[in-house]
């Protein structure tokens, strides 16, 4: 079956422009998570979205960063604004809540760069 | 905040040779996750330990759970070239455990040389 799909793959912007990036997670799976990634490090949680509940955005670093979910499928991550720290490589993951503990299927991730 | 500590960060051996990497916090966690991420890909989920003491295989690999929760290492035996990769940690903070929010360790390199 499909796994998680992410694009684009690559996204180079400058900064102070908007950038959205898609998630396409996998079909029934009602668990949704966004992270970033900087070069070869671990991933930093940004904002988690379950069912029809409010999405937890505890994670996101300031309000430039926002995110929406729509049917309780495919979700976007917009940045506004942006600035040379957002460059990293945004990756999205989903999971189902009959998996205890969530074991989560990420995908291939967004590389942003913002000149 | 609960942290979770990898070591080594990096990582450069020949083929045939065994390592151990390891992930360590002072906070217990519900449970904890090894993932091993490729160039240009997402992490993709190895193992899940959830019990105290839990050892599990998964071929040339052995992971561990620490008997109080708060650590685990990953064994490989035999390493192949195929075993390069960035190796993850992932921690489920009893806090959060019914939400999946996992903290992460920021990762091993592991480069095999033919």
């Known amino acids: 079956g499909a796994g998680v799909s992410q694009s684009p793959s690559n996204k180079v912007t400058e900064k102070g422009k908007d950038v959205e990036l898609r998630c396409d997670p996998i079909?029934?799976?009602?668990?949704l998570y966004w992270y970033r990634q900087s070069l070869g490090q671990g991933l930093e949680f940004l904002i988690y979205?379950?069912?029809?509940?409010?999405?937890?955005k505890s994670g996101l670093p300031s309000d430039r960063f926002s995110a929406e979910r729509t049917g309780g499928s495919v979700s976007t991550l917009t940045i506004q604004r942006t600035q040379q720290e957002d460059s990293a490589v945004y990756l999205c993951a989903s999971s189902s809540r009959r998996n205890n503990p969530y074991e989560q299927y990420f995908g291939p991730g967004t590389r942003l760069t913002v000149t | 905040t609960q942290l979770l500590e990898q070591s080594p960060q990096f990582l450069s051996i020949q083929e045939g040779e065994n390592l151990t990497v390891y992930c360590n916090s002072s906070?217990?966690?519900?449970?904890l996750q090894w993932y091993r991420q490729e160039p240009g890909e997402g992490p993709v989920l190895l193992v899940t330990v959830v019990t105290g003491g839990e050892v599990k295989k998964l071929k040339r690999l052995t992971f561990q759970f620490g008997d109080a929760r708060k650590d685990s290492s990953l064994h490989i035996t035999a390493a192949q070239p195929g075993d390069t990769g960035l190796y993850l940690c992932a921690g489920d903070p009893p806090a959060v455990s019914n939400t999946g929010k996992l903290i992460f360790g920021q990762g091993t390199t592991l480069q095999v040389k033919p």
């Open positions: 079909s029934g799976h009602t668990a």
């Open positions: 979205f379950q069912g029809n509940s409010a999405p937890d």
């Open positions: 906070s217990v966690f519900s449970s």
